[in-house]
């Protein structure tokens, strides 16, 4: 499971570092403001639900 999060947030991080909103149109930048905004609320759902079960010390554990 925690390896499956360390892909996505490599991913996320590639994606970000070669991310330039001045390609984007108004629409297209609004567009990718809502997506953002959905990423984020899963992951702190996600982080959320971790935190409860203490899930960070089973991913250190795993090592990450």
């Known amino acids: 499971m ?3 999060l360390a892909e ?3 991913a996320m991080g590639r994606y ?3 991310f330039d909103a001045s390609l984007l149109s ?3 930048a609004g567009l990718a403001v809502a997506e953002a ?3 984020e609320r899963m992951a702190a ?3 959320g639900l971790a ?3 203490g ?3 089973r991913c250190l554990e795993a090592g990450r």
């Open 37 to 39: 905004a959905a990423i």
């Open 26 to 28: 108004a629409e297209a």
């Open 8 to 10: 996505l947030r490599d």
């Open 51 to 53: 935190a409860a079960r």
């Open 45 to 47: 759902t996600v982080k």
């Open 16 to 18: 970000a570092a070669g």
């Open 55 to 57: 899930g960070r010390w």
């Open 2 to 4: 925690c390896e499956r």
